[in-house]
């Protein structure tokens, strides 16, 4: 029973794996292709955070897949530090955007040569 | 040699360790007076305290010289001792004890003395640095003092080379008191340096001392020298008086060593007084009258001795004949007269070398003082043209006459101490039986005219003739003109404005520490002739002979005692005379003829000094005697020319190696390669976070590239 189980969900779950992966695969695209363009650091923030749920997407597709409930428990850990480090984040960029009176990254580039 | 025969063995005197405090005063003082600094003590306490010291320091000596009866020596403690065996050259040992004979004291005596009153002088001279250098000041002179009583009083050659370096530092730290002018800081580095290359001299006679005799102890090198019946006169031996003598020149300022003591004249005057006048200058005295039978261990030692003495004495005197700052023209009198000194060390005369030692710290540090008041009161003026008639002014009384005095005791006034010692140096030249010192003896007396003339020269500018001055280059100076106006406050209000004390010059008169001083000297260059005095009018025996005779200035070679007993057989005689009859006839005639033509041209007819100088200098075979004297005839280009252009040439020369080859090829060179390297990969750090992003996604797209490149192929 278990087998029939398990190969009946498998069959289930392959279409709806790829389904699941593709959806993982685009959200993470988005996030990088607006990482990658976007200037205000505030939407480059939440593209990371859409990279980040792409990639918790893929993670629970694949628990799901192995019938492992680990990665599930990944995710909400991941969901849980996530929210803190967005607190975190946004603080930081209300500090950068008093010092300088823009969200835009270009105020920051001490690092390389002026 | 018979010469160490006759110095008398010491005795070991330990209960004598009280004479120790002579030397232990002094350094005391200089704690205290460090202590002054650090807490910025702003009165006078450092001056009170110095004085104290160096009072107590010289009531010791005086004490000591009523308790000698005959050489000792005093040990303290163990300094410095050295054993890698038992044999003779294998150890090594200095100890801190004191050789007391009469040489010693005799000079200390007058050390300590001098040093008292010139400290009681400097209270009132540097008054006002109160609270800013007067502690250092009186730190200096404390270092001096003690310094001196090392070398002086010090049982071995360390001791007295301990002493003689610290001198050497306190004329540094003295010359070089007025920090905040260039010159003063050149003047005390080239003081420093020029004595650093007499040291050198001094230090490697001592290192050939003990490589000869295994002892630096004077008593013991002297016992060897007996012992050892030196006749053989090997290289060895007959090269440590050449060396020690290089000590002498530099410390003494003998040619070539000279040209650092007029610029040390940059010093506060109380300084040069002491320092380069009275006492440390005749140190290189001392030494060769405490080594003086080692001198006599090379025919040549002591005939070379006695010709840079006469020439020194010539040059310095031509120099001082045609300098205008006044100061300079006593500090070339003191070289002129040490060359005296040493002449006479040179002729075999310790007496009339140690007694014109004497006769010339009394008068010359007299003739410094007063030209330290009078450079003081008229705000540093040191030009004799701008000064007349001082002898008129009220307030300057004292000054102008005791100035004379020493005038007329640096001129050797027939009759005066000077006159007395001098006659002592060039009666022994004159009745050598070498025909150089004889020659000498001449140039010695015709020196004796010059300096009668460039001494009477100063008094007749400054002292007499109508009375006129100029303030000095300091008048303008804010925190002199303060310090002066309180100082009059103090007693009665000033009658004059604020304002026009300012714009009117007023010379301030010294008050009783400067005139006091100056009338004790005076006093004391009169006393000190008594010697001589007692032995020309009464037939005594002079106590300066007696005090050299006992000691290790004693000559063995000479006929100097038959001197004193009047039983010397003279083969020599003066303008056919009789040689003390014509030595005085012809030393009066010097001295008076000197002062009556310094009386023509700078009393009687101002005017036709300058004519005389106009008419030298239009005919051409004269014109570079007054050029040359004036110039100080170019031994400080010369030296520059010589010494110090070809060192600074090479000093470029390896400037710019060390910049161009070491610095630049190889340091920078090296440096250059990771410079480079990341110049190269500089271009990726742009700061721009996108950029870091792309960089970043890129590289991840191509590894994942690679491993499904690889993925696949491994599938086929």
Known sequence: MSGELASGFTIVAGSQISLALAISALLFVIGLVGFLCRRNMIIMFLCTELMFQGAALAMIAFARMRMDVSGQVFVIFILTVAAAEAALALGLVVLLYRRRETLSSDAWSELGES | ?716
């Open chain 2, 1 to 716: 040699m018979t010469a160490a025969g006759s110095i008398p063995q010491a005795v070991i005197a330990p209960e004598l360790a009280w004479v120790g405090l002579a030397i232990l005063l002094p350094l005391l003082s200089a704690i205290l007076c460090a202590l002054c600094a650090a807490l910025r003590v702003k009165s006078k306490l450092p001056a009170l305290i110095t004085t104290v010291a160096l009072a107590g320091s010289c009531f010791v000596i005086v004490k000591a010289y009523f308790a000698y009866s005959g050489p000792v020596e005093v040990p303290i403690f163990q300094w410095i001792t050295f054993e890698w065996g038992d044999g003779k050259f294998q150890s090594f040992t200095a100890d801190c004890a004191l050789y007391i004979d009469s040489l010693t004291l005799y000079w200390m005596l007058f050390v300590t003395g001098l040093g008292t009153l010139i400290t009681i002088y400097a209270s009132e001279y540097m008054e006002e640095d109160c609270g800013k250098g007067y502690s250092r000041f009186f730190f200096g002179m404390s270092i001096f003092l003690f310094s001196m009583g090392a070398l002086v009083m010090g049982d071995n050659l360390v001791m007295l080379y301990l002493g003689w370096e610290g001198v050497g530092l306190a004329s540094y730290l003295l010359v070089g008191y007025y920090y905040e002018r260039p010159s003063a800081v050149e003047a005390a580095k080239k003081a420093f340096i020029m004595n650093r290359i007499g040291d050198l001299g001094l230090a490697l006679g001592i290192f050939m001392l003990w490589c000869n005799y295994g002892t630096l102890q004077y008593g013991e090198l002297f016992a060897a020298m007996k012992d050892g019946g030196q006749t053989s006169v090997d290289w060895d031996l007959s090269v440590i008086p050449f060396l020690l003598m290089i000590g002498a020149f530099g410390k003494s300022a003998q040619i070539p060593l000279f040209t650092w003591l007029p610029d040390a004249m940059e010093g506060p005057t109380p300084v040069s007084a002491l320092i380069h006048a009275a006492t440390m200058v005749t140190a290189g005295v001392f030494l060769i009258a405490r080594m003086y039978p080692f001198f006599e261990l090379h025919p040549q030692a002591l005939a070379t001795v006695a010709w840079v003495g006469g020439s020194t004495a010539l040059v310095a005197a031509t120099i001082g004949m045609a300098q205008y700052d006044f100061k300079r023209v006593f500090a070339y009198s003191t070289i002129s007269q040490l060359g005296y000194m040493f002449l006479g060390l040179g002729v075999g005369t310790t007496f009339g070398a140690c007694y014109h030692t004497l006769t010339h710290a009394f008068f010359k540090a007299l003739l410094f003082l007063t030209a330290g008041a009078i450079m003081h009161g008229f705000a540093g003026q040191l030009d004799l043209r701008k000064l007349s008639g001082l002898r008129q002014m009220p307030g300057w009384r004292i000054v102008s006459w005791t100035m004379l005095v020493g005038c007329l005791w640096l001129s050797a006034f027939p009759y005066t101490a000077a006159f007395f010692s001098k006659d002592a140096i060039l009666f022994k030249a004159l009745t050598s039986e070498r025909g150089d010192f004889r020659f000498l003896g001449w140039v010695g007396l015709a020196t004796a005219g010059l300096t009668a003339y460039y001494t009477f020269r100063v008094w007749f500018r400054i002292c007499a003739g109508p009375v006129h001055y100029e303030a000095g280059p300091e008048s303008h100076d804010q925190s002199h003109d303060q310090s002066h106006d309180q100082s009059h406050d103090k007693g009665k209000p000033d009658p004059t404005p604020e304002g026009e004390s300012h714009g009117a010059f007023h010379p301030h008169a010294p008050r009783w520490a400067i005139n006091g001083v100056l009338v004790i000297l005076a006093i004391g260059a009169v006393v000190v002739g008594f010697p001589a005095y007692g032995h020309v009018f009464a037939h005594k025996e002079n106590w300066v002979q007696a005090m050299m005779a006992s000691s290790s200035a004693y000559q063995g070679a000479c006929l100097e005692s038959d001197h004193g007993t009047g039983a010397a057989v003279h083969t020599q005689t003066v303008l056919g005379l009789d040689p003390h009859t014509g030595l005085t006839i012809v030393g009066s005639t010097a001295s008076i003829g000197g002062i009556l033509i310094a009386w023509y041209f700078h009393l009687y007819s101002r005017k036709s000094a300058d004519q005389l100088r106009a008419a030298l200098l239009r005919r051409w075979w004269i014109r570079w005697v007054p050029i040359c004297m004036e110039n100080r005839w170019y031994v400080d280009e010369i030296y520059l020319a010589c010494f110090r252009l070809p060192m600074w040439i090479g000093a470029q020369i390896l400037n710019f190696g060390d910049r161009h080859f070491l610095d630049g090829v190889l340091v920078d060179g090296l440096a250059k390669f990771p410079i480079a390297v990341g110049k190269v990969f500089r271009p990726l750090y742009s700061g721009a976070l996108q950029s870091y992003a792309i960089t970043m996604t890129g590289g991840v797209a191509l590894v994942l590239a690679w491993v499904t490149w690889i993925w696949l192929r491994g599938f086929n």
